[in-house]
């Protein structure tokens, strides 16, 4: 499965923003998915994942309250709403996809990649 992320952009503290994800080639509707992402001389970390019919999701605790992960597999999309950003939260997001549908937290448990869309959030 081919996934394209998109809808990064440079936003002000306290503002927000929408990524999609969308999925081609592929059964998208039955993969977990999940987003990621990796901060200038940083490791890449988890931000939120969902299981393949919308019902399970998990977020890292630094986003847990203001982001939201949700999926839409008749357009093959998944969206991640970011709220209240702050200035940690600049990074690339990278969105993946799991053959198992649950939604996971280790980037080991995911078998595509998106090419990433930079978020930038100034204070």
């Known amino acids: 499965v081919q996934l394209q992320a998109f809808g990064g952009g440079l936003v002000q503290a306290g503002g927000s923003l929408r990524l999609s994800c969308a999925g081609s080639?592929?059964?998208?509707?039955?993969?977990?998915m999940g987003w990621f992402r990796q901060a200038p001389g940083k490791e890449r970390e988890f931000v939120a994942s969902?299981?393949?019919?919308?019902?399970?999701?998990y977020y890292a605790d630094s986003v847990k309250g203001r982001f939201t992960v949700s999926r839409d597999n008749v357009q093959n999309t998944v969206y991640l709403q970011m709220n209240s950003l702050k200035p940690e939260d600049t990074a690339v997001y990278y969105c993946a996809a799991a053959h198992q549908g649950y939604y996971y937290t280790s980037t080991h448990e995911y078998h595509y990649w998106g090419q990433g869309t930079l978020v930038t959030v100034s204070s």
């Open positions: 969902i299981s393949w019919g919308g019902a399970g999701t």
């Open positions: 080639g592929g059964t998208f509707s039955t993969y977990g």
